[in-house]
């Protein structure tokens, strides 16, 4: 699985949109200085997606968010791939015996094929949006979240890049 954090604010995100001649598209704009987080791992292999929504991103809650992972797949043995944020490599991080932490290399987002997922919820959810509150967006990205868990094929069609899965397939033969 590949792991990942994303923010996600009460800031619109206005981009063209289409409207019948002669309407012409009205959105609002908001900027405001509130932020929930999103903590997801995916499997490249069969796009199943585990996120978790949380209010800080600190070693606490990535503590909560691998033993949630490790309890929701309690019969598979997980490599997870991560970053290197400081609360990453904090001593007081503790992987659940089920999970095998394996750190990218360091300004490399780009290898991380979770990275696209963000972009596909902020592309198909949440552009030309605008939350009356903190609690709006949470309900919003959880409904988002439930929609992208459930469907598989299209995850696996952003992460299941061919050099992470002939990788897999070469550790799995040796």
């Given at each position: 699985?590949?792991?990942?954090?994303?923010?996600?604010?009460?800031?619109?995100?206005?981009?063209?949109?289409?409207?019948?001649?002669?309407?012409?598209?009205?959105?609002?704009?908001?900027?405001?200085?509130?932020?929930?987080?999103?903590?997801?791992?995916?499997?490249?292999?069969?796009?199943?997606?585990?996120?978790l929504?949380?209010?800080?991103?600190?070693t606490?809650?990535?503590?909560?968010?691998?033993?949630?992972?490790?309890?929701?797949h309690p019969?598979?043995?997980?490599?997870?791939?991560?970053?290197?944020?400081?609360?990453?490599?904090?001593?007081a991080?503790?992987?659940?015996?089920?999970?095998?932490?394996?750190?990218?290399?360091?300004?490399?987002?780009?290898?991380?094929?979770?990275?696209h997922?963000?972009?596909?919820?902020?592309?198909?959810?949440?552009h030309?949006?605008?939350?009356?509150?903190?609690?709006?967006?949470?309900?919003?990205?959880?409904?988002?979240?439930?929609?992208?868990?459930?469907?598989?094929?299209?995850?696996?069609?952003i992460?299941?890049?061919?050099?992470?899965?002939?990788?897999?397939l070469?550790?799995?033969?040796?």
């Amino acid at each position: 699985m590949f792991q990942d954090e994303a923010r996600f604010g009460r800031i619109s995100d206005v981009r063209r949109c289409w409207a019948p001649k002669p309407v012409r598209p009205l959105c609002q704009g908001m900027l405001t200085h509130e932020y929930t987080y999103v903590f997801g791992a995916v499997d490249v292999y069969t796009g199943e997606l585990d996120s978790l929504i949380l209010p800080y991103v600190n070693t606490e809650c990535m503590q909560l968010f691998l033993d949630e992972v490790a309890a929701r797949h309690p019969d598979e043995k997980i490599v997870m791939v991560i970053d290197g944020a400081g609360w990453h490599r904090s001593d007081a991080l503790k992987a659940p015996p089920n999970i095998y932490l394996l750190t990218l290399p360091p300004y490399a987002p780009e290898l991380n094929p979770i990275e696209h997922v963000w972009d596909e919820l902020r592309e198909k959810f949440f552009h030309n949006r605008v939350f009356k509150s903190l609690n709006a967006l949470e309900d919003h990205l959880s409904e988002a979240l439930k929609v992208c868990e459930q469907d598989h094929t299209t995850i696996a069609s952003i992460v299941s890049w061919s050099w992470i899965i002939t990788a897999f397939l070469i550790a799995l033969m040796n």
